[in-house]
């Protein structure tokens, strides 16, 4: 059987085609895990409500005890993720130095959560607020109604210091 010159054009040119395909998938791939390296030393909290990824509140704080504090859109539920916060027109960042008694308070805090990180169980509350805590290479993801207690005092701890005002509004 004899395929003539235009089946095998034809043929070629999807070949081509689904290669173009396939490197534009494993770039696009590649692209995306090298912007969603995770971060290193840097402490990140984020509140924001079930069901929707605007009205998300980042907090960022770096070694030197630097917050800084951003009211947005999220972009992915990935908390290391460098992509995380959308950075659009209507992103409301402030960044201050944070006291020593404050820096000294979120690590002790953060360090019980981490030790009683057992208790952590996610609670699914429609209507509610979800907390993402990144901190020494690892995740938790929690609503802000759980039991941990340490969890709670962070966030209002967060919210006291936070250069922007934090709203944890309720739907009706």
Request: without cysteine; glycine residues 4%.
């Amino acid at each position: 059987m004899r395929i003539n010159f235009g089946k095998k054009l034809i043929l070629f040119m999807w070949i081509v085609i689904i290669i173009f395909i396939i490197i534009y998938i494993v770039i696009n791939n590649l692209n995306e895990n090298i912007n969603n390296v995770e971060q290193s030393d840097n402490i990140i909290i984020a509140i924001y409500p079930t069901g929707t990824d605007s009205e998300t509140y980042y907090f960022d704080i770096n070694v030197d005890g630097k917050l800084t504090a951003i009211f947005g859109t999220r972009k992915t539920d990935n908390i290391g993720s460098k992509n995380f916060i959308s950075y659009t027109s209507d992103v409301e960042e402030k960044v201050v130095n944070l006291y020593q008694k404050d820096i000294v308070h979120i690590l002790k805090l953060l360090k019980e959560i981490e030790n009683n990180k057992d208790s952590l169980n996610y609670k699914i509350v429609y209507d509610s607020w979800d907390i993402a805590i990144y901190y020494n290479r690892k995740s938790y993801k929690i609503n802000y109604y759980t039991d941990n207690a340490y969890v709670k005092e962070l966030i209002n701890l967060l919210i006291d210091i936070s250069p922007i005002h934090v709203d944890l509004h309720g739907w009706s």
